[in-house]
């Protein structure tokens, strides 16, 4: 079982910008891809980004990129979301994961999930 605790959530102006963090607990030796969704009210989960916990591979969905930076601190077991630019339409839940076995842009590939933590960008 692996445990994802978010944090760095919360409320900021149009154009400011915002770090989530992930840290993960329990077995995370089976990790091998952690990545970064979303979900607004109406909407599916959508994918954000994505990054292999070993080596440098990253992979970001068209409606970040250029705005939203994913990294990883293997030594705490943490995952990142550097978020600028934000926009009003960035507002939703934002969710952390783990892939023990894939990495794309599926929210089926990924084995674990956070709680989610609200991200609202004020107009």
């Known amino acids: 079982q692996v445990q994802l605790v978010e944090s760095g959530g919360g409320l900021v102006q149009a154009g400011g910008s915002l770090r989530l963090s992930c840290a993960a607990s329990g077995r995370t030796f089976s990790t091998y891809a952690r990545g970064w969704f979303r979900q607004a009210p109406g909407k599916e989960r959508e994918f954000l980004a994505a990054?292999?916990?070993?080596?440098?591979?990253?992979y970001y969905a068209d409606s970040v990129k250029g705005r939203f930076t994913i990294s990883r601190d293997n030594a705490k077991n943490t995952v990142y979301l550097q978020m600028n630019s934000l926009k009003p339409e960035d507002t939703a839940v934002y969710y952390c994961?783990?892939?023990?076995?894939?990495?794309?842009?599926?929210?089926?590939?990924?084995?674990?999930w956070g709680q989610g933590t609200q991200v609202t960008v004020s107009s």
């Open positions: 990054i292999t916990w070993s080596g440098t591979s990253t």
């Open positions: 994961a783990v892939s023990e076995g894939y990495y794309g842009t599926s929210p089926t590939y990924y084995n674990y």
